[in-house]
């Protein structure tokens, strides 16, 4: 399995609602990441988990909690987001400590904030 | 500041022709160096990456890139373009703060005419 795999595809949610993404990989990496894709922007990272521990938060509101049950899921919990919040988010693994041979993206979650 | 570059916001190229995206990188060591490519609402696939070794790399989907280091440059080439080859393409670097980020440039929108 060489896949990174989110779900869902698409999520429509209130400023009010609590949600959560899911991503999960069987690639054996250790370390997974969340990105913010905004529309016709780069990919802007916003956390990175090594070994399922918290390794770099890039200064992100609170209100997106991310989590690491396991070494093969990352879930990024969301509560009382902006509208502003409405992106592409991807999800991303690499081997820890090989320079990324190769950063596995998955095809991402559109997020609107209604 | 560490930092890479696409100068070329929009490249339009016709069916069959040639094709190079610039990239530039400015980085204290030589970093790691990627090119992924986005097609619209989809994740990034990777096409090519340079860690060490020989400068010319050789990626997917007939793409190659090559590093100069001299130019602080990464670009990326092929010789004959496709109508599918149409997406948007980012090069990336990986930064070795302490934990390897991956940091992408501002992407370049390929648009193939007929």
């Known amino acids: 399995d060489t896949e990174v795999t989110q779900t869902p595809k698409h999520l429509v949610m209130g400023m009010t609602n609590k949600k959560s993404l899911k991503c999960e990989q069987h690639?054996?990496?250790?370390?997974m990441y969340w990105y913010k894709q905004k529309a016709k922007k780069p990919p802007e990272l916003m956390f990175v988990y090594s070994y399922e521990k918290l390794s770099i938060n890039e200064s992100v509101p609170s209100r997106f909690s991310p989590e690491c049950p396991n070494s093969s899921l990352l879930n990024l919990h969301l509560h009382a987001l902006q509208p502003e919040d409405s992106a592409l988010y991807l999800c991303?693994?690499?081997?820890?400590?090989?320079?990324?041979?190769?950063?596995?993206f998955g095809s991402g979650t559109r997020l609107t904030v209604v | 500041a560490q930092s890479v570059t696409q100068p070329d916001i929009h490249i339009t190229v016709s069916e069959g022709a040639s094709l190079e995206l610039r990239c530039n990188y400015s980085?204290?060591?030589?970093?790691?160096l990627f090119w992924y490519v986005q097609s619209p609402g989809q994740g990034l696939q990777l096409l090519l990456k340079y860690f060490s070794g020989d400068t010319l790399v050789q990626g997917i989907k007939g793409f190659e890139a090559e590093f100069k280091r001299s130019q602080s440059s990464f670009n990326l080439r092929k010789p004959s373009v496709h109508w599918s080859d149409a997406a948007e393409y980012f090069c990336?670097?990986?930064?070795?703060?302490?934990?390897?980020?991956?940091?992408f440039g501002t992407g370049t929108r390929l648009l193939v005419s007929p």
């Open positions: 690639m054996g990496h250790r370390a």
């Open positions: 980085y204290g060591a030589t970093p790691y």
């Open positions: 991303a693994s690499s081997q820890e400590g090989t320079g990324g041979w190769g950063y596995t």
């Open positions: 990336a670097v990986v930064l070795n703060t302490g934990f390897q980020k991956l940091v």
